[in-house]
Each structure stands twice: as C-alpha cells, then as structure tokens.
C-alpha cells in the first residue's frame, strides 16, 4: 500500500499543501497515484486530504471517503474547520489535521507500508506519521523555496521559514526524489541535510488521449472572441500569473512577430483582473497594460477561465496551426507542460534555466534560450515559425520520444526505488566479502543496458558466482547512473565510478558512500579556472549543463575530431597535465591527467586487495579507452562504436559477438575458459 498525503483544489485530488497557486501539480498527483494503483505491486494508492464543506465548490468535498478508481482512494480527514483554505491558511490548521490523521490511522487494521509526501508541508506531516506509527516517507521535492530565493534575490521570514521546512524534509525522507536532474544535482544539493545517496530522479509521465474534435472546436470557441485573423499559428503559454513565469517577457517578444502568429496565454483561473492573490493580481495587470501599449488587440487571447479539456484542444490547435509553446519562465524546476507539448507534437520554445534544458535535450523538440532576454525568446519562436523541415523535426520528435514518458513506467520505477529503499537485501552482490577475488568492472549505457535477456544472464552470473564484485564505470553522474540502473533493473554493484572516472562511490548496503581517499584525485594538480580560460578560447565548443561541470571533470559538446585535436594542443602548450576524452562523436570530458575510468579500476582493485589478472573490464565507447587498454581481460561488445574499433585488434581485448549485457557475459565466459583468468564459476550458454 502507499499513501500520498493530500490537499484539495476545486473538485480534483492532490497533495496536502497544493492550491490554486500550485496547481500545476494536480495532474502530477493524479496520474502518479492512478498508476501506482494499477501497478501489479501495489495493493492499494490513497490520497489523504483535508476536507471541507462548501457547497458552493461542490459536496463531493465533504466526503470522508471516495473511489477515484479500483485500488485507488480518496481519504479526507475533517480537521474540525470545514472551511475551504488556500495554501497560505493551511499552516494554521496543520496541527490540527494532523491529530485527526494520526486518530484515523490509528484506527485501521492495516497501516500503510509507506507515504509519499509532496511539498514540504506534507512531509512535516509524514514525519509526524512517521514518529508516531514508524511509516517512512519518501519526499518528492517541487519548486524548492532556494531556487526562489535565488531568483527574487532578497529573502523574507516566509520564504526562510519555507526553506528550512524543506531542509528538515530532506533531513527526514528514506528517499528524496526529483524531477529533472537540475533539481537533483543543483537545486537540492543546496540544502545542508541533503545526502546525495538518498537523491533520485524519475522522471514524471504524461497522460495525453487524443482530443475529440469536440474539445478542439471548444478551445477554438475559447479563443475566438480575441482574435481578428484566429487561422494564424497559435503561440501558447500556459502558466500561472507569477512572476516567475515572465509571461511579461513573452508579450515583448511577441510584439515584432506580431504579424506571423497570435498569442495564447492561459495564466490560471480568475473571475476578475482584480482579483485574487496580489501577485496575480500586479501581473495580470503587467499583461493588460502590456498588450495595450504594443496596441495587440486582435492578436492576444487571454481567457479568464479554462477547462481541462480545452487545454487539450489548446495544445492540439496549436500543432494544427504549425505553432510554438513557450515556456519563459526565469527558472523551471522541471516544466510538466513542456512534456504535455511534445506529446501533442507540438515544437517547445523554453527557459535554459532549470529542468527544460533535460527534457528538451532528450526529447529534441524545440530550442532553449535565455529568459531574460525578449529578443532571444522572439528569435526563436520566428526560427520554429519560418523553417519548416525545423518544425517537423521538433513535432515529431515530440512526438515520438515522448511515447514512453508516461505514468505506469513512473510507477514501475517508484515501486522499484521503494522496494530497494525499505529492504536493503534487494539486489544482488551489491557488498564485497571476503570470498572476493575477482573483479568485473563495466560500463553501463549500451553496454550493460540495451537488452533485458542480457540483463538476466548477468543477473545470473552474478548469483552465481559470489567471488566477483561488480563495478559500475560510466560517464553519467551518480544520480543517472542509479536513475538508468533501476529502469533496466541492473543489479547493484559493489561501487559506482562516475563522472568519466573523477568519482567513486562505495555501496555500504544503507546508502553509498564517495571515496575521498581516492589518491588520483587526493592531491591532484588540478586548475579548473585555467582550462575554463582555455575553453573560452574555443567559442564554437559549448559547454554542457552546469550540473555536469564536477569537481574534478569539465565537460562540453564538440563537433569535429579537428576540434579536438586543437583543444589537446592548446592545453598541452598550457602545460596543464590534464586528460582529455572524446567519445560519441560529440562528448568531451577534460579531467585531471591522473584520473579516468583506468585509474579508478586501479583503486578499486587495490582496496578490494585483487590481482590486475583478475580483473575483467568491458565497455563500448572512447570513455572507456584506458580502461580496456590498461585491463587485461578487456571485452568490447559487440554493438561498440567505431571510436574504439582500433583497440579489437589488441591480444588483452576480446571482441563478442553478442550485444550489450549478453556480450559482457560471452567475454568473461571466453575468456575463463581459454586460461586467462582463473577461479570463475561457468553460468549461462555461451553467446
């Protein structure tokens, strides 16, 4: 069973703590806890809120209990004050919510195994769950109170007493889960009680049924009334009315480009410009004031109320008419709506600020710019609007790549990071013992993954033969080395060498541990600010995400291998001993000349007290190059790319014939067999 605490916005679910200016997260909830009911593995999801009874909202509020769907429930506890609150009253009623809670759990037969809190209101009330029943929680992190702090530069008593919630939330939680890896790696490692062990990114679903045509002539109708020419492509934002979201800054931008499109924005409900909270109410009175001074009459729709259903005829009326959605906002934590757009096949222009530069990256379905600057913002949207082979690209990449985005494969991963969260036994050799004598050291993308049969052969091997402690070498940080690991139910290793081999962390079964003691890096001469002077040099090198610039690593996209040789040059004239890798035609990692995947082999091997002949390393990538050039029984896979096509030839180095995982297995198999390693246990057919 798992429970999601739970507030209530206007007839639908959601969390505790989610109102009419959080609104963004009631799709969230809904088909998070949806999924988690249908999944096999889950006895029953319920959402806990409060309840009220204002008729005039709808009675289904005062309902203690209600059936979303089966297994899945909606649970209102009556705090005593059956007034409908807003978010910002809620505090003064937690204490007593949270009495009524604890008498209601009190009464059940059967407890819940775990809660999964959303904003940090409903974490303090997990914890109190937690204090008194001894359910764990697990915390997932939304618009953190220190990214906006950062942005409204001047802190307040409400938004430091809002941060220090959080910090206790994250303090609390067995899990702390995140949305994009900018909340993972650079926003919640800002808080002092974050352990970057307990931090994990699953990346949210996204429910799209095709809109009727119904709902398609409903958000025409909607939209209608403001517009002189409505058969121009539409440019459709939809956010709340903060300040944040710079909506402001999409007006402007629009203003020259008038002629090509017509603007869209839904910035939540209202029943008045002058009404509801001040902020609303400043910015939606910035937009009138706006559209009237650029004279934009005819060309902006900005309805004062919206359905959910012309919201999806929104999105689709805007791919119909070759349009753009546009996300300004001065930071996005993650940006669901940017997922909703690429669903619908509709081309994205979005903030380089926060978690659009993921999603964008990895569904390539529109383009990234600065949110402080109007003209960047326009000069995109009138790119998408005039290339035409761009914005097919865009749509359907989109399209397609936003298939798998969805709530059960959410769940399937929620259910398998609680699993391993509350039984630590789950996986398989993830602690070396003092029966290890062997060493298997991999790499992870289409090496170890890319095939679920490989995946169960190495499983296999791996029970079988306890002697061998399994190592996880890879390019990615430790959060999406453990993000793709449990969506391909990898099993877990004794350690993760992360970051191209500038990092390493130690399993210890409750968590993972880095290794500060790693001596390639201990007293490295290492000067991140003189090879940042270099690359700056080099205008046309970009560099990648800040979350992926590591203490020991810089990293950046290159385009050609000439590139790359000039770079090579200008640091080794700097004298800066450093290391330089190029791998998948367009990644290249600079790290200290001590460091790499070889070197992190190496001090692995030391501590676990293993010979160098008993050490097999596989991968398929330049990242991996001085790892199988150093290793003695090195295995290249078959599906490797042609970067390390030269090292197949070398005597240490076997090539398989099978792919990924089942190729990995095939080497070491060979390669015990043939005499060059010796005490391994055979498991599974030879490939």
Known sequence: MSIALGGCIRGEPVPYGITEDTGGHITYILGQMRALARHPGVHCAEIVTRLFDEPELGAIHARSVEELEPGCLLTRIDSGNRRYLAKDDLRVDRTDFIEALLAELGERERLPDLIHAHFADAADVAAHVQRAFGIPYIYTAHSLGMDKL??????????????????????????????????????????????????????????????????IQQAQRLIDPFLRDPDKPIILAVARAVRKKNLAALIEAFAPIRKKANLVILAGQRCASNEGEDEQVEVVTDLLHLIDRHNLYGSVAYPKKHSSEEVAGLYALAARSRGVFVNPAL??????????????????????????????????????????????????????????????????????????????????NFVKLAR????????????????????????????????????????????????????????????????????????????????????????????????????????????????????AGFPNIQPQPGYEQRSFKRSYFFSTQEEVSEIRSALRMADLPVRVIASHDRLLDILPASAGKAAAMRHVASVLRIAPEKIFAAGDSGNDEDMLIECRNAIIVENHSAEIKKLTSRSNVYLARNAHAAGVIEGIEAMTRDGLSAGVAMSGARG
């Open 150 to 215: 950062d942005g409204v530069g001047e802190p307040c008593d409400a938004l430091e007493a809002r941060i220090e919630e959080e910090d206790r939330a994250i303090a609390g939680a067995i899990a702390v889960i995140g949305s994009s890896r900018d909340e993972c790696e650079r926003q919640l490692p800002a808080y002092p009680s974050t352990r970057m062990d307990k931090v994990h990114r699953i990346i949210p679903g996204v429910s799209v049924i095709p809109p009727h045509a119904n709902q």
């Open 331 to 412: 930071v996005e934590p993650y940006g669901l709506t940017i997922l909703e757009a690429a669903a619908y096949g509709l081309p994205v222009v979005a903030t380089k600020v926060g978690g659009p530069v993921d999603t964008v990256g990895e569904l390539g379905h529109g383009l990234l710019v600065d949110p402080r600057s109007p003209s960047d913002i326009g000069v995109a949207i009138e790119r998408l609007l005039d290339d035409n082979a761009l914005w097919s690209e865009c749509a359907a990449n989109g399209a397609n790549n936003s298939r798998e985005t969805n709530w059960a494969r959410y769940a399937d």
């Open 420 to 535: 391993r969260t509350l039984d630590t036994s789950v996986g398989v050799n993830c602690r070396a013992g003092p029966g290890t004598t062997h060493l298997f050291v991999s790499d992870l993308d289409n090496t170890i993954t890319g095939c679920t049969d490989g995946i169960e052969r190495l499983r296999a091997f791996l029970h079988d033969n306890p002697n061998f402690a399994f190592v996880i070498a890879t390019g990615r940080s430790l959060v999406e080395a453990r993000r793709i690991m449990r969506e391909w139910d990898v099993p877990e290793p004794v350690a993760w060498v992360t970051s191209v081999g500038s990092e390493i962390y130690w399993n210890s079964g409750t968590g993972c541990v880095r290794d500060q003691n790693f001596p390639a890096l201990s007293k490295v001469q290492w000067e991140p600010e003189a090879v940042d002077a270099i690359m």
